[in-house]
């Protein structure tokens, strides 16, 4: 499997807010790459979300704008390239935010979220959040909510599924962001 798993962390509860983002590239099934920055958001943080990942307005201080890195990252999403996130509805709508708020065109791309793929795949486990299904699999997630293991952890839980169900009960669920 060829695919980018993807997660955003916030600064508070607006879409635009995102103070980190994480890619982690996978080709041929194998993890190959990864990119990280911290965001400087264009908000205010809420304390909520700093107890949730730890990260402090002071730490963004000095970090790029989405707009720059925007510039960085758009290069991985297109029509045929397929992203993936546990609960892809919350990054898809960040990254959607995002771009919004800062009048940047939204790309077409192929969207995959490793909940809805858990809950398909895994129907017994107790819940299908990311530090649950780590545990289950035997998948490593040292700092959950930070952007960086989160996507490492997604592309590991997918890669699994792969090695396990095969891609066709994976292809089901791709959908296309727009």
């Known amino acids: 499997m060829n695919f980018i798993a993807m997660d955003f962390e916030t600064a508070n509860y607006q879409s635009h807010s995102a ?8 080709q041929n099934s194998q993890i190959v790459g990864q990119y990280y920055s911290l965001i400087k958001p264009e ?12 990260i402090h ?13 925007w510039q960085t990252i758009q290069q991985y999403f297109q029509r045929d390239r397929l992203i993936v996130a546990h609960n892809a509805g919350f990054d ?7 771009l919004d708020y800062y009048q940047l065109t939204r790309p077409e791309y ?5 909940v809805r793929t858990s809950r398909k ?10 530090n649950t299904v780590c545990q289950e699999l035997g998948i490593t997630l040292e700092n959950h909510h930070d952007a960086l293991e989160d996507s ?5 839980i997918l890669l699994y599924q792969e090695d396990h169900f095969g891609v066709a ?10």
């Open 19 to 26: 103070c980190s983002l994480a890619l982690v590239m996978v």
């Open 43 to 54: 908000t205010e943080f809420f304390y909520r979300n700093i107890q949730i990942h730890g």
């Open 57 to 69: 307005p002071e730490d963004v201080r000095e970090a790029p704008t989405f707009p720059e890195v």
């Open 92 to 98: 898809t709508k960040v990254l959607a935010g995002c």
């Open 110 to 114: 192929l969207s995959l979220c490793t």
């Open 121 to 130: 795949l895994f129907p017994e486990m107790k819940n299908h959040r990311l």
């Open 152 to 156: 490492r952890a997604c592309a590991n």
């Open 169 to 178: 009960p994976l292809k089901k669920l791709v959908r296309l962001e727009q």
